[in-house]
């Protein structure tokens, strides 16, 4: 299933002459991972803090940027030789985390209904979850759609500007985020669903 996820390697190329300049200024992927972690905490933070709509308009921002550095952290790890076990570790514990701590804090603002937001992140700690767990049972990490990270980024940043536009929130967006909930299930299922075809097609060709 498509997934905003495949414009990655065109995002990369636009970000790879950055990605020299902080490899020969010594920034190492693990620097950015964890960047990328505090600037999601400090986000959520702003989001409980300051209730007027106008706050939301930090999403936008910060999940392009927590975009680009996610982008950065691979590049540098797969490109310029800092690849390593604790590098991939806090790689996706840092998603995971950095997703909760962002989106969470939507819970408790006056926009958004408090239980399908719950319901869309720990949804979405299950999808990375699968994910990676297509490692474990011996296929690759899988990131098929149609809901993954970057299409939840993409999501909550679209909300995020609309509503701090000024945009009026209502029933519409209890069930869009029912909706995305929705989505998020069919992505687990497919990422499992491929991991186990994957491994099948593995064990048909031995």
């Given at each position: 299933?498509?997934?905003?996820?495949?414009?990655?390697?065109?995002?990369?190329?636009?970000?790879?002459?950055?990605?020299?300049?902080?490899?020969?200024?010594?920034?190492?992927?693990?620097?950015?991972?964890?960047?990328?972690?505090?600037?999601?905490?400090?986000?959520?933070?702003?989001?409980?803090?300051?209730?007027?709509?106008?706050?939301?308009?930090?999403?936008?921002?910060?999940?392009?940027?927590?975009?680009?550095?996610?982008?950065?952290?691979?590049?540098?790890?797969?490109?310029?030789?800092?690849?390593?076990?604790?590098?991939?570790?806090?790689?996706?514990?840092?998603?995971?985390?950095?997703?909760?701590?962002?989106?969470?804090?939507?819970?408790?603002?006056?926009?958004?209904?408090?239980?399908?937001?719950?319901?869309?992140?720990?949804?979405?700690?299950?999808?990375?979850?699968?994910?990676?767990?297509?490692?474990?049972?011996?296929?690759?990490?899988?990131?098929d759609g149609p809901f993954g990270k970057s299409d939840r980024a993409f999501v909550f940043g679209a909300l995020g500007l609309a509503l701090g536009l000024g945009a009026p929130s209502g029933e519409w967006l209890t069930w869009l985020l029912w909706v995305l909930a929705a989505l998020s299930?069919?992505?687990?299922?497919?990422?499992?669903?491929?991991?186990?075809?994957?491994?099948?097609?593995?064990?048909?060709?031995?």
């Amino acid at each position: 299933m498509a997934s905003i996820y495949q414009l990655k390697p065109a995002f990369q190329g636009l970000l790879r002459p950055l990605v020299r300049t902080l490899a020969r200024a010594g920034v190492t992927a693990n620097q950015v991972t964890i960047a990328a972690l505090l600037l999601s905490c400090a986000a959520g933070a702003l989001l409980l803090w300051r209730p007027e709509n106008h706050a939301l308009l930090v999403l936008p921002i910060v999940l392009f940027i927590r975009m680009a550095l996610n982008a950065i952290d691979g590049m540098l790890a797969r490109e310029h030789a800092q690849a390593s076990k604790l590098g991939a570790i806090l790689n996706e514990l840092g998603d995971v985390l950095a997703d909760a701590a962002l989106y969470l804090p939507l819970a408790l603002r006056a926009e958004f209904p408090t239980i399908p937001v719950v319901v869309v992140v720990v949804l979405a700690i299950l999808v990375e979850m699968t994910g990676v767990i297509g490692v474990q049972i011996g296929a690759s990490r899988r990131y098929d759609g149609p809901f993954g990270k970057s299409d939840r980024a993409f999501v909550f940043g679209a909300l995020g500007l609309a509503l701090g536009l000024g945009a009026p929130s209502g029933e519409w967006l209890t069930w869009l985020l029912w909706v995305l909930a929705a989505l998020s299930g069919a992505t687990i299922v497919n990422r499992a669903r491929r991991a186990l075809a994957e491994v099948g097609a593995k064990g048909r060709s031995a």
